[in-house]
């Protein structure tokens, strides 16, 4: 009969192995259970990644776990406060930016998801950020003006604010000030339009990745826009913008030769001519997303395919 060793005789490595499949309130949990489960579960390596987004935990608690459990080891940190909950609690503060910066001088990734930045100045955040999300927060108007003063971001590469629906063209003229960044997700920020696009386009020659889906008031002249700046696209979504018609499309793919993906889904104007016209120029596409783009026949569709048989062309 084959012996099987106690989880608490397993020696010490094992044991970490073990904990790094386990989630931050486990650990906390297993931590009560002896004083060797406590120091391991102290090891930084269980520290690197932190997801915290399962439970909105109150600013009292989230510190309390910034400063006791959370090192220069921190390479990730994820919270989801409040916002579309019942509560009307607020568990971001500049204090708790700080105890994060103090901490964690190493951090490359903030999620800062469902929370309330009314009363958090953008320049709490830590300087060493590479990836910066703000799913679903509150981000006040004008939040980024401090960028025109001073870039307090210097290593940014990723900017995700979708459903930020406070967001609109004068912000991006700050966020413009982010030369570092390489993809930008502006995705349900309704408030955005072209001139926004203009500033982006204008200053962010460096992106890679661009997403201005479910923005409705965006137009052809933001197509334009993007199509003379932004040549190092590689991705490229317009889900559901319902302005663009194949005027723009063919401003927008005649520069982008680097293009991979590109969703067009629900742009109800889009005809042959813009498909053409990106099967054409795009030569490098290799997932174009067509669903629901009614005016184009199956036709259309099969001769695209046939011009472009590298590229996926979905149309679910």
């Given at each position: 009969?084959?012996?099987?060793?106690?989880?608490?005789?397993l020696p010490a490595?094992?044991?970490?192995?073990?904990?790094?499949?386990?989630?931050?309130?486990?650990?906390?949990?297993?931590?009560?259970?002896?004083?060797?489960?406590?120091?391991?579960?102290?090891?930084?390596?269980?520290?690197?990644?932190?997801?915290?987004?399962?439970?909105?935990?109150?600013?009292?608690?989230?510190?309390?776990?910034?400063?006791?459990?959370?090192?220069?080891?921190?390479?990730?940190?994820?919270?989801?406060?409040?916002?579309?909950?019942?509560?009307?609690?607020?568990?971001?503060?500049?204090?708790?930016?700080?105890?994060?910066?103090?901490?964690?001088?190493?951090?490359?990734?903030?999620?800062?998801?469902h929370c309330d930045m009314r009363?958090?100045?953008?320049?709490?955040?830590?300087?060493?950020?590479?990836?910066?999300?703000?799913?679903?927060?509150?981000?006040?108007?004008?939040?980024?003006?401090?960028?025109?003063?001073?870039?307090?971001?210097?290593?940014?590469?990723?900017?995700?604010?979708?459903?930020?629906?406070?967001?609109?063209?004068?912000?991006?003229?700050?966020?413009?000030?982010?030369?570092?960044?390489?993809?930008?997700?502006?995705?349900?920020?309704?408030?955005?339009?072209?001139?926004?696009?203009?500033?982006?386009?204008?200053?962010?020659?460096?992106?890679?990745?661009?997403?201005?889906?479910?923005?409705?008031?965006?137009?052809?002249?933001?197509?334009?826009?993007?199509?003379?700046?932004?040549?190092?696209?590689?991705?490229?979504?317009?889900?559901?913008?319902?302005?663009?018609?194949?005027?723009?499309?063919?401003?927008?793919?005649?520069?982008?030769?680097?293009?991979?993906?590109?969703?067009?889904?629900?742009?109800?104007?889009?005809?042959?001519?813009?498909?053409?016209?990106?099967?054409?120029?795009?030569?490098?596409?290799?997932?174009?997303?067509?669903?629901?783009?009614?005016?184009?026949?199956?036709?259309?569709?099969?001769?695209?395919?046939?011009?472009?048989?590298?590229?996926?062309?979905?149309?679910?």
């Amino acid at each position: 009969m084959v012996q099987v060793a106690p989880i608490c005789k397993l020696p010490a490595n094992i044991m970490l192995q073990v904990f790094r499949f386990l989630d931050v309130k486990t650990l906390c949990v297993l931590s009560t259970v002896c004083r060797m489960w406590y120091h391991l579960v102290c090891d930084r390596c269980l520290w690197k990644h932190v997801d915290l987004r399962p439970w909105s935990l109150s600013l009292r608690t989230l510190k309390k776990l910034v400063r006791n459990r959370l090192s220069d080891s921190a390479l990730e940190l994820l919270i989801k406060g409040f916002i579309g909950t019942t509560k009307k609690s607020v568990n971001v503060s500049p204090s708790l930016l700080e105890e994060i910066k103090t901490k964690c001088p190493h951090l490359r990734s903030l999620g800062l998801s469902h929370c309330d930045m009314r009363n958090v100045p953008a320049h709490c955040l830590p300087r060493s950020l590479k990836s910066l999300y703000l799913g679903h927060s509150i981000v006040p108007l004008a939040w980024f003006e401090g960028l025109l003063s001073e870039v307090f971001l210097p290593n940014l590469k990723e900017l995700i604010l979708i459903y930020c629906t406070r967001v609109e063209n004068s912000d991006l003229a700050c966020i413009a000030k982010l030369t570092t960044l390489r993809s930008l997700n502006l995705s349900y920020c309704y408030r955005v339009g072209d001139e926004g696009i203009r500033h982006i386009a204008q200053s962010l020659v460096s992106l890679t990745a661009l997403d201005v889906s479910h923005c409705p008031v965006i137009t052809d002249l933001g197509l334009h826009y993007i199509g003379r700046h932004l040549l190092r696209l590689k991705l490229l979504n317009f889900f559901s913008n319902w302005g663009i018609t194949d005027a723009g499309v063919i401003s927008l793919v005649h520069g982008l030769v680097e293009l991979e993906f590109l969703n067009l889904s629900y742009c109800k104007e889009l005809t042959k001519l813009g498909l053409f016209e990106i099967t054409e120029k795009c030569k490098k596409l290799k997932v174009l997303d067509i669903t629901g783009c009614v005016a184009l026949s199956e036709r259309d569709i099969t001769k695209a395919r046939m011009s472009s048989p590298s590229c996926t062309i979905q149309q679910l």
